[in-house]
T-cell receptor, first 112, second 110 residues
């Protein structure tokens, strides 16, 4: 059973819209949750992380965590064409020596 | 700049050849991870070092793979007798409160 699931996409939104990316995880012991952005052919780039229930905002990005539902999301407001990339959700479990478990990623396209 | 340098950035090799990748943290970090990412997938854990000690290896790391971290600084990942299925991006990551990845090494086995 996969540990981290993401909506497969691809997701396509117009410029200026809100893009919503979703992720569920299976292990209730998961402690921290990360969102990475990955442009084609490049390595993942950390956008933000969250470890407490609720919302965390950073500029145009908002991460939302609901541990009871084992659900984490990323909202991108005022989407720009430069946001077009694959977004990876990752989960951290201290019991596994700090390694990250990744979803397959959701490909986002923002069209002008 | 994530504080991690990986070399080479790209490697094309013939099946059956050996290849070695290197990961250089710019500053000292106790924990260093190797991941592999194939097309359309998220990164998958390969192995983990705490200083120079290799503490965990994934089942993905067959006996053709070996990793080292002498002196607890840079790390190398070697693949012997490469196979086409080894074609992937190999990522090195440092763990602080969040994991930062190097630029990766793209391996193509032909």
């Amino acid at each position: 059973q996969k540990e981290v699931e993401q909506n497969s996409g691809p997701l396509s939104v117009p410029e200026g819209a809100i893009a919503s990316l979703n992720c569920t995880y299976s292990d209730r012991g998961s402690q921290s949750f990360f969102w990475y952005r990955q442009y084609s052919g490049k390595s993942p780039e950390l956008i933000m992380f969250i470890y407490s229930n609720g919302d965390k905002e950073d500029g145009r990005f908002t991460a939302q965590l609901n541990k009871a539902s084992q659900y984490v999301s990323l909202l991108i407001r005022d989407s720009q064409p430069s946001d077009s990339a694959t977004y990876l959700c990752a989960v951290f479990q201290a019991s596994t020596l700090g390694r990250l478990y990744f979803g397959r990623g959701t490909q986002l396209t923002v069209w002008p | 700049d994530t504080g991690v340098s990986q070399n080479p950035r790209h490697k094309i090799t013939k099946r059956g050849q050996n290849v070695t990748f290197r990961c250089d943290p710019i500053s000292e970090h106790n924990r260093l991870y190797w991941y592999r990412q194939t097309l359309g997938q998220g990164p998958e854990f390969l192995t983990y070092f705490q200083n120079e000690a290799q503490l965990e290896k994934s089942r993905l790391l067959s006996d053709r793979f070996s990793a080292e971290r002498p002196k607890g600084s840079f790390s190398t990942l070697e693949i012997q007798r490469t196979e086409q299925g080894d074609s992937a991006m190999y990522l090195c990551a440092l763990a602080t409160s969040e994991a930062f990845f190097g630029q990766g090494t793209r391996l193509t086995v032909v």
